[in-house]
Structures are given as structure tokens and as C-alpha cells.
């Protein structure tokens, strides 16, 4: 199962800002009902959207500014709270193939880095003078480069970093762990044997 | 010999290590439920692949049965489906499901303890955060998503990085009217919510020693709302009273063999730590919740902070929570009005939780004012209640005595939040729109401070309310 080789992504930028944006904010949870992640991209942070729109505002990710941008930029513990991929499934589906935050929860960063979505950790003010950059010309081009560890946008470099087992899954096409997982059955059965409760 | 649970468990359950350095971890046990799972199915089918363990992989149905009209077909058509899926593909893969019928269906967190399926020094994992849950016996239990899901179906492992061990101590005894959920809720608010990403939390001390098992659940359940996907206290003989003779536990010759292996597992005495962090049991109060997260929560007698007075990384969130929730900073959270009183979840949903309210509620009566729903984690859950006599007392107080299964804490069945509506919940979560209603607003506390609150129509001091002394 050959995958692609994730070692950068290139797209314009959204600056949502916020800190512990949970998976209840990004996917209401009255959306999970479904036996499929098809359709979930429309409800991506619906009701803090429609929340906006009550008050009159803009919402980034209704703003036609920002339309068709695939880099999300956030604050820290980005994806906090609830497991459901929803979350990151509709942030996928909604365009976005990368994500850059300060810090991001931990099984909400597995999960979509098993999409192979990067989730790329810059500092505070990086991202603000980042999301400056965007809102001053949203067709900016920001690309990060997983390999070098850096984002760059409008000729400004901004440092950046995901864990080494992260970058490795993406960089060699092997984000998707269901390939490795399945080479080592014999091992599982192996150790499964020694396991009492296995047996049960 | 100086290792942790944590240690043990990892080395007893590696398979190999991935060519990206992560661990090819094997569960021993896999739990799942009808909204993180048919998608994983579904990429099984389209992979050609079959569940490899099914004898350990277990189902029940918990996010979206309704708890009032529980007749098939719902009147919700999409939850229906789900329900169907579940069961269908259950039935094809050989895998037990705990469903509807069955008198043991319930909340996937209470129903694995209750079951015994839930042991000290196996691995877990389940589409849904809470699993950390079953970290109460000494397991290594892990929230994964729908892809892990599918995972562990296909391969019963799964790929995933050592954390790091924090160990939590809390020591002496609790103050009366101060419960598990307040201790969880403090260690949360002292550490933040994003204080324990990359660890897992080993609670331990003197208060956890004397704890239940139903109240280590209780905080183990929250481990996630720290930011810890692992939280655990090792096994002991509170854990082996618990499990004895329940339907999955070893039987007969076999039970003491698993006694010794569960003891081996514990942390050595000696064992190393990444941090350590104590807390004494006598300084903390009945906490309650006043924003849009876990971490921003007070002792009842304290205000509910100015913005100018949070730490400055904190100001915005701080700000949005007081605009969501209605509230001014400054100001005692003591005396606001609730509209709902939700007593359930896979945090306090279950017998002792209901035990210890109905121990206080008996001859009270609900607050005209307040809808007031008592969801029983599980139909043994609700079976004991019953038989015992507590639905009774419930009723009788005017509380609305409902089936099992997750309800008002996240509001994917008929039980929501109407509007603004404020709700005094024991359950896990106060984020915006978390009870169903965008607006809506949730303050998280301890079964008896909901049960305070319901008889007040305002959030209210239970060891006032019911003079608990």
C-alpha cells in the first residue's frame, strides 16, 4: 500500500484563533450521526460559525477571502477533548490538509496524521505575524516544509516542528500505519500467546 | 527492579518496534460503540480484511439510545441506522454485543468494569476518550480514533509512542460532601487541560488507597480532560474485591493465578517517575466548572475569576467562557440559576454515584423551576438501582428516572440543552454546545452538588443544602 510521500504542503491560510479548540467545537457532536465520514467537510465548526453569523460578523472559514484555503492556523491544544476522527475527517473534507498550532492534543494529532494531514507546531508569536502575513493578502502562498522544519510564507521563514515519529510516518508514505501493522501479524499472534487473557 | 505499571504493561503487550520508532502495541481488549465504529468497518470491507480477535472485541450502544421511548425502530432514522450497523456488523465478525435486549447494555465505560472484562495489566483501547476509564484497574486503556479502530480489528494492535509517566499522589481523607469528581476536577484545574499531553497519569496516595474502585473510575475518566490519554492506580485488593465473580473474571484455580500476575503488575516501590506532583486530600473543596473547558473551575465558596487576574495566556479563553456562560467575573458562582440537573455518564453514572444521592435526596423534592434527569450508566446500573429502591426515591424527589446510556453529556439522543439553557451536570465536559445546544451552558460537578442544585434551582453547596456534616 503505497502511499504519498508527505514532505510539504503549499495552499493559501486560515487563521482560526483560539486556545483548546475542543472536537466538539470543530464536529458538534449531534453531526456524528452517520455510518460514514461522507459529508461531514459542510459541518466543519458549524455552530461557532453560525454563532458568528448571528452576531453579524464573519466567520474565517465563511470569509470568501479565505475560500479554498487548505493551511488551518490555530492556537494551543488545538483538537482537545473527544477521540471521534470527525474531527479531523472533516477538516479534510472541508479542504484543509494541514494544520499549524501552537500545541496540539495528543490522540486529535494521531488521528490526523493518519489521514496524513500534518499537524506542525510554531510558536505563538510566529503565528500571529503568520496570520498577519494571510490577513494583509489571504492569496499568500505558505508552505511548509516538513523536511527542513520550516514554513515559509511571503518570503518570511518561520521555524516549526512535529515529532520525529510524525515526520518519519509522512516523509516516507507511511502515515497510515495499517501497512506496517498488518506485516507483523506473526508477531502479534506470537505475542498474543503469552498473554493469558489472550486465550480467554 | 524499578518499573512502573505503565512499563510492565508496555513491554507484556510490545510486538515490535515500526520503522518510525513508534510501538507496535498489542491490545489485549478492544471495546467499541455505534458512532466510532462503522466507518472502521467499513474500511475493513474495503481493505478485504477480517476482525482477527474477535473474542476480544466487545459492543454495546451507548451515544444515542434514547433514554425515554427505547423501542425500535427510533424515531431518530439516522440513530437507527446506527444502532443497526452496529449490530449487523457485529454479527457478521462474531463480536459480542452487549445490545439493547440484553438487560447488560449500558455505557461502554461501565459495562466493561461491570462485565470484568476490564483487568489489571491488559491493554485497551476504544473509539471514544473516556476509555482511560478502565485505567481504575490497572489496565492501560487508550481513547483511539476511528483508523486505530480499525487497526485493532484488523490486527489487534496498534501503533503508538510510549508516554511518559507523571505520577499524582494525593494523601489523607477527604472532607465530608467532597467526592472523586472534585478531586479529578482540582488535579485538572492545579495542572491545566493540556498539562498532561505526553504522559500518563499514575494517581496513588493514601485518598486513592481508600477509594472505591467506582470512584478511581470516576477520576481516571477525566485523565483526557488534563490532556492525559492514560491515567491509572495500581491494582490492589479493592481491584480484585471488585472483579471477583463477575461474568469475564478468571473462575475457579484460574482466579488466583490472575491475582498473582495482576499484583506483578503494580509499580515497584521503587520505581522512576518523569514528575511527581502531591496533593493533601484536606485542602480541596466541592469544585464546580465556571467556563468552556475542564480546567476552568473553583471551589463552590470562591468567585469566578476577573479576566485581569488570569494569567495573561488565559484572558481570551477566559473572556469567551464569561460571554458563553452568562457569567460576570467577580462575582460568587454560588446562586446561579440552573434549568437542568443531568446525574449520569460514564464520569458518575454509576451505583455508589446514585447510592450516595439517594442517600441525601430521600424526602427532597425537586426545585420547580429545574428538569431533573437521573440516566443510569448501564441497565445493571439501573436493574440494582431499582431492586434497591433508589429509582423510587428519585421519583418521589421528581427526578425523571431514564434508560441507560450517554444522554445529556453530549446530547447525541433526544436529551439536549434547550437554548441558554444552564445545567448542573456530573458529567465530564463543559465545552460550548457540548449538551446539544450551541448556547447552552454546562457546569460540571459532583453527583450530589447536581442533586444540590436541583433542589435550589441554583448551583448550590451540597454540604449546606444537605447539612452534610
Known amino acids: ?200 | 527492579m524499578s518499573q512502573t505499571l505503565l512499563d510492565k504493561v508496555w513491554e507484556a503487550h510490545t510486538v515490535r518496534t515500526l520503522p518510525n520508532g513508534s510501538t507496535q502495541l498489542l491490545i489485549g481488549t478492544h471495546l467499541i460503540h455505534e458512532v466510532t465504529s462503522p466507518q472502521a468497518f467499513g474500511m475493513l470491507r474495503d481493505l478485504g480484511l477480517k476482525v482477527l480477535y474477535p473474542g476480544r472485541t466487545f459492543a454495546t450502544v451507548d451515544h444515542i439510545v434514547p433514554t425515554d421511548e427505547r423501542e425500535e425502530p427510533f424515531s431518530d432514522s439516522l440513530a437507527d441506522d446506527m444502532i443497526k450497523a452496529l449490530r449487523k456488523n457485529c454479527a457478521e465478525s462474531g463480536v459480542k454485543f452487549f445490545d439493547l435486549p440484553s438487560g447488560q447494555q449500558g455505557i461502554v465505560h461501565i459495562v466493561g468494569p461491570e462485565q470484568g472484562i476490564t483487568q489489571p495489566g491488559t491493554t485497551i483501547a476504544c473509539g471514544d476518550s473516556h476509555t482511560s476509564t478502565h485505567g481504575a484497574f490497572g489496565a492501560i486503556a487508550f481513547g483511539i480514533g476511528t483508523s486505530q479502530v480499525r487497526d485493532v480489528l484488523a490486527t489487534q494492535t496498534m501503533a503508538i509512542r510510549k508516554p511518559k509517566v507523571r505520577r499524582i499522589n494525593v494523601n489523607g481523607k477527604l472532607s465530608p460532601g467532597v467526592y472523586a469528581k472534585d478531586v479529578i476536577l482540582h488535579i485538572i484545574r492545579q495542572l491545566g487541560v493540556n498539562g498532561g499531553l505526553g504522559y500518563a497519569y499514575e494517581y496513588g496516595g493514601t485518598t486513592f488507597d481508600a477509594f472505591t474502585q467506582e470512584e478511581r473510575m470516576t477520576v481516571c475518566n477525566m485523565s483526557i480532560e488534563g490532556g492525559a490519554r492514560v491515567g491509572y492506580v495500581n491494582p490492589d485488593e479493592t481491584t480484585f474485591a471488585y472483579l471477583k465473580g463477575r461474568p469475564y473474571a478468571p473462575k475457579g484455580a484460574e482466579w488466583d493465578a490472575a491475582v498473582a500476575r495482576w499484583k506483578s503488575f503494580a509499580s515497584d516501590p521503587d520505581a522512576a517517575y518523569d514528575d511527581i506532583i502531591t496533593y493533601n486530600a484536606e485542602d480541596i473543596a466541592p469544585t464546580v466548572t465556571w467556563g468552556i473547558n475542564p480546567g476552568q473551575a473553583i471551589f463552590i465558596g470562591e468567585n469566578v475569576p476577573l479576566p485581569a487576574n488570569v494569567p495573561e495566556k488565559d484572558r481570551a479563553t477566559a473572556e469567551e467562557a464569561l460571554a458563553h456562560m452568562l457569567l460576570k467575573g467577580g462575582q460568587p458562582i454560588k446562586g446561579t440559576k440552573v434549568d437542568v440537573a443531568f446525574l449520569g455518564s460514564c464520569t458518575n453514572g454509576r451505583l455508589s454515584d446514585l447510592t450516595e444521592v439517594a442517600k441525601h435526596i430521600k424526602g427532597r423534592k425537586v426545585h420547580s423551576g429545574v428538569k431533573a434527569i437521573v440516566v443510569p450508566g448501564s441497565q445493571g446500573v439501573a436493574a440494582l438501582a431499582e431492586s434497591m429502591g433508589l429509582a423510587a426515591i428519585f421519583k418521589d424527589a421528581g427526578f425523571e428516572w431514564r434508560g441507560a446510556g450517554c444522554s445529556m453529556c453530549l446530547g447525541m439522543n433526544p436529551d439536549k440543552l434547550v437554548g441558554d439553557q444552564l445545567c448542573a451536570s456530573s458529567s465530564n465536559r463543559n465545552f460550548k454546545g457540548r449538551q446539544g445546544s450551541p448556547t447552552g451552558r454546562t457546569v460540571l460537578m459532583s453527583p450530589l452538588m447536581v442533586a444540590a442544585a436541583a433542589v435550589t434551582g441554583e448551583i448550590s453547596d451540597a454540604r449546606e443544602v444537605f447539612e452534610v456534616k
Not at chain 1, 38 to 51: I, N
Not at chain 1, 121 to 145: C, Q
Not at chain 1, 161 to 180: C, F, M, Q, T, Y
Not at chain 1, 187 to 198: E, N, S
Open chain 1, 1 to 200: 500500500m503505497a502511499l504519498e510521500k508527505i514532505t510539504q504542503v503549499t495552499g493559501r491560510g486560515v487563521f482560526v484563533p483560539g486556545d483548546d479548540i475542543d472536537t466538539d467545537r470543530i464536529i458538534p457532536a449531534r453531526f456524528m450521526k452517520c455510518v460514514t465520514f461522507d459529508g461531514l467537510g459542510e459541518f466543519t465548526f458549524a455552530d461557532a460559525r453560525s454563532a458568528t453569523k448571528e452576531e453579524g460578523k464573519t466567520h474565517p472559514l465563511d470569509d470568501t477571502r479565505f475560500a479554498g484555503a487548505s493551511i488551518l492556523l490555530s492556537g494551543s491544544n488545538f483538537g482537545c477533548g473527544s477521540s471521534r476522527e470527525h474531527a479531523p475527517q472533516a477538516l479534510y473534507r472541508f479542504g484543509f490538509r494541514a494544520i499549524i498550532a501552537e500545541s496540539f492534543a495528543e490522540i486529535f494529532f494521531g488521528n490526523s496524521t493518519t489521514l496524513g494531514m500534518p499537524c506542525v507546531v510554531m510558536t505563538s508569536d510566529d503565528i500571529r505575524a503568520l496570520a498577519g502575513i494571510i490577513e494583509s493578502d489571504p492569496a499568500a502562498l505558505v508552505t511548509i516544509d516538513l523536511l527542513e522544519g520550516k514554513v515559509s510564507a511571503a518570503d518570511m521563514d518561520f521555524a516549526a516542528s512535529l515529532p520525529d515519529h510524525a515526520k518519519e510516518a509522512l516523509v516516507s508514505g507511511r502515515w497510515d500505519a495499517i501497512a506496517d501493522l498488518l506485516e507483523g501479524l506473526d508477531d502479534v499472534r506470537a505475542r498474543a500467546a503469552t498473554l493469558p487473557y489472550m486465550a480467554a
